[in-house]
């Protein structure tokens, strides 16, 4: 064993198997209680930095983050501290919260899937240039639903028996689903059928004063919660995040469950799209190409849920979307351009993949992601 | 003065000839029809038969390019011209290296779309030196080749703004309040619309502007800036708009702030069916159209008009602009408004979008 191993191995003895060991799938629900340190604060090194922010978690430091700002925005920004504009800020991360649920899902497993955004724009399109041509709106919404489960199936299957790199499989299939949209509905935009009040309600209407979008966002939310931290699948999603190899020893039959991941993430596309085309009124193909997978990956990022897998949970995206929505709200009562917006943007996400790296160091364990 | 007499000798002589043998000609034509007619016809397919147009916008699947893309196909098809289009899908590189690989085929004419006003200037020099006539469509690049068409971005700005001036301006009893939504702070089209717009609404003092910032062509930005300004400044007169498709986004906010008969949406664009269902629908006060049916057959003509000519390429510019037209509830339909075409097939495009 050559020099730099050994002491890869040791630091990872000292960091784990030392201190209190980390397994997300066992700790995950105390985690919240604080009854579990962060490795990092366990080293044996004494790392300043690491004590300053090792006691607490990503999305407790970016909630923290985000009440900071909510307060200095509140003082300092005429407009902003507003009952309507509270819920306009909730309203405006919605599609993205849900969005970022299913990123989250399909991140804690150690994977990921570059074609949500296409899935979500794709079978929405097609299904709304559908409704004119006499398809009536509720088999247009399922036709949605169907496209996106099919795509969902497809990938998991390609990652899990073909066993081909997640990051590749979805990156294909969103060129495909780009493509394969344009070949059946061959429309740039579709917009929202005007006589069906009910399929744009998810994303016009308001529910006791509360726009629908906010409240569907708090409803998959609490789902995918319930699922992820309550349910033995939801476990094991945490278990193979963290190592896949041991939670197939341990009899978790890991290719069925890649295959569930990526068909929820493909039904939270579908959803994302159904509040998408109820706001907005249509749906865009352009998004597909645009950087709103991007964004979506960073609320995920940002929010704690490291891209090693294993780690953060529901909360992660609803700290990281808070953290963006946040800034993009008081940012446009300022009338900050939006190409100052996005330099901002980007150095959140450099700051948040910094924080990632100090509270949770590459190691041999958690090096093999996308071998 | 010899030389003339005998010119006039010779005609006489002509129209004798013609006067004593009409019947006889006459009798012909109605077989073979004028001879004029077939000579004029003949010319006209000896410059054009055969001959390649090519063109290569930013992307297809656009209903402003898919406009121009088949407007371009079918008159080219009927006068027996050879149609070739490239689809760099937004890549600039692989729009670059499409150019490259189109002008050394040496079509006769390349239609294009700069997405920048350098990124394909040498390339489209190159063309003109071999001998490949260059029009450049709505966006010119820094080289001035042998035609552009398009719209008059100062222009289109100057015309959404005096509108907008009537309707929140000074004596119009409004707040003066208005939005703009710009495309990207870099495009050509947003930065001389910007322009345009500004320079009008800084000459009233009663406009003020609460909001300028771009939303990336993307609806879903425009409403979400959208939904923030309604709310922030609930008396709002206006919101400009730099693109139909985008507006449409902005135009939803204003609704779903049940704001949308008191917010005058404005909004500028090719003018498609997609936006006369907007105009219809209420959802915009009026619509500025720059007509992409009308630009599709100006770059044909212009090419028409440079190989009929005859000339060295690169030895002339021409510019042809389009006239924006007011739509609104009135005259949103029929020919005003033309039905999104499905984007031409791309000729070859495994080479002009090359996978990584």
């Given at each position: 064993m050559t020099g730099p191993t050994k002491r890869k191995v040791a630091r990872r003895i000292s960091g784990h198997a030392a201190g209190p060991t980390v397994r997300p799938w066992v700790d995950h629900g105390r985690k919240y209680l604080g009854m579990v340190m962060q490795p990092g604060a366990a080293a044996g090194r004494f790392e300043p930095w690491r004590l300053a922010v090792g006691q607490l978690s990503q999305e407790q430091i970016v909630a923290a983050l985000t009440v900071v700002l909510l307060l200095g925005f509140s003082l300092g920004l005429q407009g902003f501290a507003t009952a309507a504009n509270f819920l306009d800020l909730l309203r405006s991360i919605s599609k993205l919260g849900i969005l970022g649920l299913g990123m989250g899902l399909i991140v804690i497993s150690r994977g990921i899937d570059l074609s949500e955004v296409a899935m979500m724009a794709g079978s929405w399109c097609v299904a709304l240039t559908a409704i004119p041509r006499g398809l009536p709106p509720f088999w247009a919404a399922v036709l949605a639903l169907t496209i996106c489960v099919a795509v969902g199936l497809f990938n998991g299957v390609m990652v899990a028996?073909?066993?081909?790199p997640a990051l590749f499989v979805t990156l294909a299939t969103a060129y495909v689903i780009y493509g394969a949209a344009y070949w059946f509905a061959s429309a740039f935009v579709a917009y929202a059928p005007l006589d069906a009040p009910w399929l744009v309600f998810a994303g016009r209407g308001t529910l006791l004063g509360i726009p629908m979008p906010i409240l569907v966002f708090a409803a998959a939310a609490l789902v995918v919660h319930a699922f992820l931290s309550r349910t033995s699948i939801g476990r094991f999603i945490y278990a193979q995040g963290d190592n896949p190899e041991a939670a197939r020893l341990t009899g978790v039959a890991l290719r069925p469950l890649t295959i569930l991941e990526y068909v929820l993430v493909a039904a939270l596309a579908w959803l994302a799209g159904l509040v998408w085309i109820g706001e907005t009124g249509s749906m865009q193909m352009a998004i597909v190409q645009g950087t709103t997978i991007f964004d979506v990956i960073l609320v995920v990022v940002l929010g704690g849920?490291?891209?090693?897998?294993?780690r953060g949970g529901v909360f992660s995206v609803v700290a990281g979307c808070a953290l963006i929505g946040t800034l993009l709200n008081a940012f446009t009562i300022m009338n900050v351009n939006s190409e100052v917006q996005n330099i901002i943007r980007g150095v959140v996400l450099l700051a948040a993949i910094i924080l990632d790296n100090l509270l949770h160091p590459r190691d041999e364990e958690t090096a093999r992601q996308g071998d | 003065m010899v030389r003339e007499c005998t010119l006039t000798a010779l005609i006489r002589a002509l129209s004798v000839t013609a006067l004593v043998g009409g019947p006889v000609v006459a009798l012909a034509q109605e077989e073979a029809g004028t001879k004029t007619a077939h000579e004029l016809r003949a010319d006209y397919d000896k410059n054009l038969k055969g001959k390649t147009i090519a063109f290569l916008p930013i992307a297809t699947g656009v209903p402003l390019m898919d406009e121009w893309g088949s407007v371009i196909k079918t008159e080219a098809e009927w006068r027996g011209m050879n149609f070739v289009i490239r689809d760099p899908n937004n890549n600039p590189a692989a729009m670059q290296q499409a150019l490259t690989a189109l002008v050394d085929e040496k079509p006769d004419v390349i239609v294009v779309q700069n997405p920048s006003v350098t990124l394909l200037q040498k390339e489209l020099k190159r063309a003109e030196a071999q001998g490949t006539h260059v029009i450049q469509m709505n966006m010119s690049s820094n080289y001035k080749s042998d035609a552009f068409v398009g719209a008059d971005w100062f222009e289109v700005g100057r015309m959404l703004a005096e509108d907008v001036v009537k309707a929140c301006g000074t004596g119009s009893g409004a707040s003066g309040k208005v939005q703009i939504v710009q495309g990207?702070?870099?495009a050509a089209a947003s930065v001389d619309q910007i322009a345009g717009v500004m320079d009008t609404l800084n000459?009233?003092?009663?406009?003020?502007?609460?909001s300028n910032q771009a939303?990336?062509?993307d609806a879903n930005n425009a409403l979400n800036i959208t939904a923030t300004v309604i709310q922030q400044?609930?008396?709002?007169c206006a919101s400009i708009g730099f693109w139909g498709i985008m507006q449409s986004g902005a135009a939803q906010a204003i609704r779903n702030a049940g704001k949308i008969d008191q917010v005058k949406v404005y909004a500028s664009g090719e003018g498609s069916q997609l936006d006369c269902d907007q105009v219809n629908q209420g959802n915009f006060y009026k619509f500025l159209s720059y007509t992409a049916g009308e630009q599709g057959r100006d770059a044909f003509l212009a090419a028409v008009a440079l190989l009929e000519a005859d000339a060295k390429p690169g030895s002339s510019h021409k510019e042809y602009y389009t006239r924006p037209i007011w739509l609104d509830k009135s005259n949103a339909s029929g020919a005003n408004c033309y039905a999104v075409p499905k984007p031409p097939t791309p000729t070859t495009a495994a080479d002009a979008t090359p996978k990584k």
């Open positions: 028996f073909v066993e081909a849920i490291s891209l090693v897998g294993g | 990207e702070l870099t000459k009233d003092k009663a406009i003020k502007v609460v939303a990336q062509w400044h609930p008396d709002l």
